[in-house]
């Protein structure tokens, strides 16, 4: 998800629109909203979640309404008047900690034992689930950001893909000479795809460590390592690496046009696995995924980790008990294998063992991308992303004012003075999400 991201398929679906994928029986229902999905996604959580789960045993019957880009505001309304589904479906870990704080949430440690989630999730993500020592939260999946590219492109230009922030510098000012955009991007669907280019910089540039001190409250946002990965990325801006049609421009239109080789590469998220598939193979082209190049005192690169969206149960809900097996399912290894066949880049649930799941029809530059994240993640080797580790409100200000000062109305310093008085803020409120210890 794109934070990331609620996919802007809204114009072919009615909000609301409930899909009857199972026969009416005589079982207990349990509701649960969903974003936004396209007819073939709506088939993959059919076949991959709702049937399956219906048909493996006589409780309970799962029914799910696609709520599309009014989602995370509809949820809002119906929690404050207890009328919301069972299974409380979010945008992040940012979101879950101010429903918890007003009581929004049921605490969920009673059924990680009962299902032994605490031993089936790796423990990181158990822990930004929390909240004041509870666990309230399960994450749909983990990703990372890093660099898409053109790899048929770049065998034909003769240019080497970019292992640090100098060699990404110079492709890409070679490929302004060749009148190629070097980053295909755009917000024009999801205006908080502006955040994924200040979690990478604050990531590759500040480094990982500083961005943790940060986020404990042990350094502020306005030190200088901060103040060098934004000023680093605005004078990416300048420079014009995310071309000349940033604001009009899908994310998925982007992603065509690094397909069709107008575009070099392609800083974002595992999310747009789901599109390689769909544009490549239009353009007779060959995608590469890569770690986003880090400054030399960085060193590897660093894999941003990131949750795009997370399970909780309403307090209020009417059918707790069906709610919780009903996420106990999606975490099984059967659910797992069939949603990663159907649907890549959404459902990279965080299962601890994944031994004995094969999973089928799946890019091997896919496979491999994953295997890298979770060797990074078990071995501490990982960074963070703003939309699941900032307080909401900073989250918020953080979308708008890196355009502020893309767009010459705001100062770095005083985008980076605004961000920290309003993240001190929200530390005080305790509105932080859970940071793992490194």
């Keep these: 998800m794109k934070r990331r991201v609620f996919l802007a398929t809204t114009a072919i679906l009615m909000a609301g629109a409930a899909l009857p994928f199972s026969a009416a029986r005589a079982a207990d229902t349990v509701t649960w909203w969903y974003e936004s999905a396209s007819p073939e996604q709506q088939r993959a959580v059919a076949n991959g979640i709702i049937n399956p789960f219906n048909e493996s045993q006589s409780d309970y019957d799962l029914t799910i309404d696609y709520r599309g880009s009014e989602l995370d505001k509809q949820m809002r309304v119906a929690l404050l008047?207890?009328?919301?589904?069972?299974?409380?479906?979010?945008?992040?870990?940012?979101?879950?900690?101010?429903?918890?704080?007003?009581?929004?949430?049921?605490?969920?440690?009673?059924?990680?034992?009962?299902?032994?989630?605490?031993?089936?999730?790796?423990?990181?993500?158990?822990?930004?689930?929390?909240?004041?020592?509870?666990?309230?939260?399960?994450?749909?999946?983990?990703?990372?950001?890093?660099?898409?590219?053109?790899?048929?492109?770049?065998?034909?230009?003769?240019?080497?893909?970019?292992?640090?922030?100098?060699?990404?510098?110079?492709?890409?000012?070679?490929?302004?000479?060749?009148?190629?955009?070097?980053?295909?991007?755009?917000?024009?669907?999801?205006?908080?795809?502006?955040?994924?280019?200040?979690?990478?910089?604050?990531?590759?540039?500040?480094?990982?460590?500083?961005?943790?001190?940060?986020?404990k409250g042990d350094l502020p946002w306005t030190a200088e390592p901060f103040v060098e990965a934004i000023t680093k990325l605005n004078e990416w801006w300048r420079k014009g690496y995310f071309g000349p049609n940033y604001f009009s421009l899908s994310d998925e239109q982007a992603f065509s046009q690094m397909a069709a080789g107008q575009a070099g590469m392609m800083p974002t998220g595992t999310w747009q696995f789901q599109r390689v598939s769909t544009y490549f193979p239009q353009y007779d082209a060959?995608?590469?995924?890569?770690?986003?190049?880090?400054?030399?005192?960085?060193?590897?690169?660093?894999?941003?980790?990131?949750?795009?969206?997370?399970?909780?149960?309403?307090?209020?809900?009417?059918?707790?008990?069906?709610?919780?097996?009903?996420?106990?399912?999606?975490?099984?290894?059967?659910?797992?294998?069939?949603?990663?066949?159907?649907?890549?880049?959404?459902?990279?649930?965080?299962?601890?063992?994944?031994?004995?799941?094969?999973?089928?029809?799946?890019?091997?530059?896919?496979?491999?991308?994953?295997?890298?994240?979770?060797?990074?993640?078990?071995?501490?080797?990982?960074?963070?992303?703003t939309w699941t580790f900032l307080p909401p409100a900073t989250d918020a200000f953080l979308v708008n004012g890196i355009e502020e000062v893309w767009l010459d109305r705001r100062t770095v310093d005083s985008f980076l003075e605004e961000l920290n008085k309003s993240f001190q803020s929200e530390l005080e409120q305790g509105k932080v999400p859970a940071i793992p210890a490194r």
């Design 286 to 385: 060959e995608p590469g995924f890569v770690g986003f190049p880090s400054a030399d005192d960085i060193g590897e690169p660093v894999f941003a980790l990131g949750v795009g969206s997370t399970f909780s149960i309403a307090a209020k809900a009417e059918n707790p008990e069906g709610a919780a097996a009903a996420i106990d399912y999606i975490f099984s290894d059967d659910a797992y294998a069939k949603m990663n066949e159907y649907w890549q880049g959404e459902w990279n649930t965080p299962i601890a063992d994944l031994s004995g799941v094969t999973v089928e029809n799946v890019p091997e530059l896919y496979s491999d991308t994953m295997k890298t994240l979770a060797d990074a993640v078990a071995h501490n080797q990982y960074g963070y992303t």
């Design 81 to 215: 008047s207890g009328s919301g589904p069972d299974i409380v479906y979010t945008a992040g870990p940012a979101y879950v900690a101010p429903m918890a704080a007003a009581g929004q949430l049921m605490p969920l440690d009673d059924y990680a034992v009962e299902y032994g989630w605490n031993e089936r999730i790796l423990p990181v993500f158990l822990e930004m689930g929390k909240y004041d020592g509870k666990l309230y939260a399960l994450p749909k999946t983990y990703e990372t950001l890093g660099l898409f590219f053109n790899k048929t492109l770049f065998e034909e230009h003769g240019w080497q893909v970019p292992a640090s922030i100098p060699e990404l510098e110079t492709v890409a000012d070679a490929m302004l000479e060749e009148n190629i955009v070097p980053f295909a991007s755009g917000n024009a669907n999801w205006r908080p795809a502006n955040e994924h280019y200040v979690s990478l910089v604050l990531n590759s540039i500040a480094g990982p460590e500083n961005v943790y001190k940060a986020l």
